[in-house]
C-alpha cells in the first residue's frame, strides 16, 4: 500500500506555497522585475509598445483610454497574486472597488500590507479562493482582471463561464496571458531560434543572476520538472484564446511576443540596464528579430492581451 500523501505534497498546497513565497519576496522590492522579460524596464517598452503603439501606456491604461474613460463600479482581479493589477486599477480611477482573489493566503497578506501602505486598502477586498471551483454572484462586476493567471487553471471551461457569469450585460474581462506551448514545451525550431540569441551574447552577459552560472545552452525542459515545481505551470495556455473567443466578444487582441525572450532573458535580464544606450538598442534588436519572427508566421506570439466584453 503507498503512503497517504502528506499535506505539503497536495498539488493545491504546492501551488499555494509556492506563489505565496514568490509574493511575500517580491513585497516592497521593485528589483525582482530586473529578472524577467515580462517586467524588466527595457524589455516593457517593446510589450507595452506592442500592446498600445506607446512604450509608456500598459494594459489598463490602454483600456481606459480607448474603451472605457467612465469609472467603473465593482471589479474582480482573479489570481491577484502581490496585487499589483488591482492597485494600478485604483489608482488609474478605472473603478471604484475591486475584489481580489487568490489561492495563497501569504500572498494575499502581502497584496493587503502594500495596499494599506499606499492608502488604499479599504478599496480593495482581498479573499482567498480556489480558482479552479470559483462561484461569483450573477452580473455582480462591471471588470474582471486575469493577469498571467489563466494558464494556471485546468478547468478553464468551467472558471471562463463563472467568469462571463459574474460580468454584468456590457462587462469587460481583460486578458494578459501565457497563450504558448502547454508545459514549456516547446518544440526544436522554437529552441534553435532561443540558441541562436543567446549565442548572440558575450558569457559576461550570459551569467544568471540566481545560480552565478554562464548559461551555455537553453534546453526544453522536462514535463516532470515543470509540474514538480508549479503543478500549475502552462496547463492548457493554448486553448485561452479559443475559449474566450466561444464565450466573449474580442474587442481588442495584441500579440506581445516572449516566445523566445521570456527563456533567453530569464535571469539575464538585470545585466541589461536601461540608462545604457547599447543595452537599450541591444534589447531593441533581440525585440524586433522576435517580432519579425511572428509577424513573418515563423513562430507563434507566446503572451497575448485580451479586451473581451460579455
Not at 117 to 135: Q, S, V
Amino acid at each position: 500500500m503507498s503512503k497517504p500523501r502528506k499535506a505539503a505534497d497536495n498539488p493545491q498546497s504546492i501551488v499555494s506555497n509556492l506563489w505565496g513565497r514568490i509574493a511575500r519576496e517580491r513585497s516592497g522590492d521593485e528589483e525582482w522585475k530586473r529578472l524577467y522579460w515580462q517586467s524588466h524596464p527595457l524589455t516593457l517598452r517593446h510589450i507595452n509598445r506592442a500592446l498600445s503603439g506607446d512604450p509608456g501606456t500598459g494594459w489598463l491604461e490602454f483600456f481606459q483610454n480607448r474603451y472605457c474613460r467612465a469609472k467603473l463600479g465593482r471589479g474582480l482581479s482573479l489570481g491577484c497574486g502581490g496585487g499589483a493589477a488591482e492597485r494600478e486599477a485604483i489608482k488609474l480611477g478605472l473603478c471604484a472597488h475591486i475584489d481580489a482573489f487568490d489561492v495563497a493566503g501569504e500572498a494575499l497578506d502581502a497584496a493587503r500590507a502594500q495596499a494599506r501602505k499606499e492608502g488604499i486598502d479599504t478599496l480593495i477586498n482581498y479573499r482567498i479562493a480556489d480558482l479552479e471551483d470559483l462561484h461569483l454572484g450573477s452580473g455582480d462586476y462591471d471588470i474582471v482582471l486575469a493577469s498571467h493567471m489563466l494558464h494556471h487553471i485546468r478547468h478553464l471551461e468551467s472558471l471562463i463561464d463563472e467568469l462571463k457569469r459574474g460580468l454584468r450585460a456590457g462587462g469587460y474581462l481583460l486578458v494578459a496571458d501565457y497563450i504558448g506551448p502547454a508545459r514549456l514545451q516547446w518544440d526544436d525550431k522554437q529552441e534553435r531560434l532561443m540558441n541562436v540569441l543567446l549565442e548572440c551574447l558575450p558569457a559576461s552577459m550570459r551569467v544568471c543572476a540566481r545560480s552565478g552560472c554562464v548559461r551555455e545552452k537553453i534546453t526544453r525542459p522536462a514535463i516532470e520538472a515543470v509540474i514538480a515545481h508549479d503543478p500549475s505551470e502552462a496547463i492548457r495556455p493554448q486553448d485561452i484564446p479559443r475559449l474566450l473567443d466561444e464565450r466573449f466578444n474580442i474587442l481588442y487582441r495584441a500579440d506581445l511576443g516572449g516566445t523566445l525572450l521570456m527563456t533567453v532573458l530569464n535571469e539575464l535580464a538585470p545585466h541589461f540596464h536601461e540608462d545604457d544606450p547599447k543595452d537599450a538598442a541591444l534589447i531593441g534588436m533581440m525585440s524586433l528579430f522576435e517580432r519579425t519572427l511572428i509577424e513573418e508566421g515563423v513562430i507563434q506570439s507566446d503572451f497575448a492581451y485580451f479586451i473581451a466584453q460579455k
